[in-house]
Nanobody, 117 residues
Framework: QVQLVESGGGLVQAGGSLRLSCAAS????????MGWYRQAPGNERELVAS????????NYADSVKGRFTISRDNAKNTVYLQMNSLKPEDTAVYYC??????????WGQGTQVTVSS
């Protein structure tokens, strides 16, 4: 079992920044990759960014490239999402995800990000 706890969401004006954190605990040695997804009302959950825990390779949704940065601190078992130049369309509930080597997904409880225009 893996437990994920997110923090850092909130309300920000367009053009502002927020940093999300996701702390993992439990059977963390089986985690292969971690990422952030988001879901806006009426929309499906979509991948925002992900990162390899071992090699650090990253990938991003086209809509956030150049504005968001995902990073990891393996000593703290924490993954971060730095979000800059936020837009109203970034408003969503953001979920942390962990994918194990056995292809099992774990999810955090979600944190609300609201960007006002």
């Amino acid at each position: 079992q893996v437990q994920l706890v997110e923090s850092g969401g909130g309300l920000v004006q367009a053009g502002g920044s927020l940093r999300l954190s996701c702390a993992a605990s439990g059977n963390i040695f089986n985690i292969n990759r971690m990422g952030w997804y988001r879901q806006a009302p009426g929309n499906e959950r979509e991948l925002v960014a992900s990162i390899s825990i071992s090699g650090g390779s990253t990938n991003y949704a086209d809509s956030v490239k150049g504005r968001f940065t995902i990073s990891r601190d393996n000593a703290k078992n924490t993954v971060y999402l730095q979000m800059n130049s936020l837009k109203p369309e970034d408003t969503a509930v953001y979920y942390c995800n962990a994918l194990t080597r056995g292809w099992r997904n774990y999810w955090g409880q979600g944190t609300q990000v609201t960007v006002s225009s």
